[in-house]
Nanobody, 115 residues
Framework: VQLVESGGGLVQPGGSLRVSCAAS????????MSWYRQAPEKERELVAT????????NYADSMKGRFTMSRDNAKNTVYLQMNSLKPEDTAVYYC?????????WGQGTQVTVSS
C-alpha cells in the first residue's frame, strides 16, 4: 500500500496551491479519502473527507469556501485545491485512506504560506 503526496511548496499569503495524493496497492474506489494537516507544535487535524463514490465531501469549518477536495477514481488520486491561503495554513498535509478497520497514511507534503 502506498499513498504519495505531492505538490506542496512555498506560496505567498492569498495565493493558491493544489496538492495531490496518488494511491496504489489497494482498491481505491472502496475507500473514503481524507486530507489532514499538522502544524509545528500542534495536533494533526482533519481538513476534508470525500466518500468512496465521491458523492459527498465534508470540510473543517476553517477551510470551508477556501479548500476543495476531489477525487479521480480512474487515476487513483485525490486532490486538495487550496485558495486564499493564510500563514496559519502552514503545515504538513497528509493523505489518509479509510475503510472500516483499515487506515493508511502517506508521508506528507509540506505547505508553507509566507511572504
Amino acid at each position: 500500500v502506498q499513498l504519495v503526496e505531492s505538490g506542496g511548496g512555498l506560496v505567498q499569503p492569498g495565493g493558491s496551491l493544489r496538492v495531490s495524493c496518488a494511491a496504489s496497492g489497494f482498491t481505491f474506489i472502496y475507500y473514503d479519502m481524507s486530507w489532514y494537516r499538522q502544524a509545528p507544535e500542534k495536533e494533526r487535524e482533519l481538513v476534508a473527507t470525500i466518500t468512496s463514490g465521491g458523492g459527498s465531501t465534508n470540510y473543517a469549518d476553517s477551510m470551508k469556501g477556501r479548500f476543495t477536495m476531489s477525487r479521480d477514481n480512474a487515476k487513483n488520486t485525490v486532490y486538495l485545491q487550496m485558495n486564499s491561503l493564510k500563514p496559519e495554513d502552514t503545515a504538513v498535509y497528509y493523505c489518509n485512506a479509510r475503510r472500516g478497520k483499515y487506515s493508511y497514511w502517506g508521508q506528507g507534503t509540506q505547505v508553507t504560506v509566507s511572504s
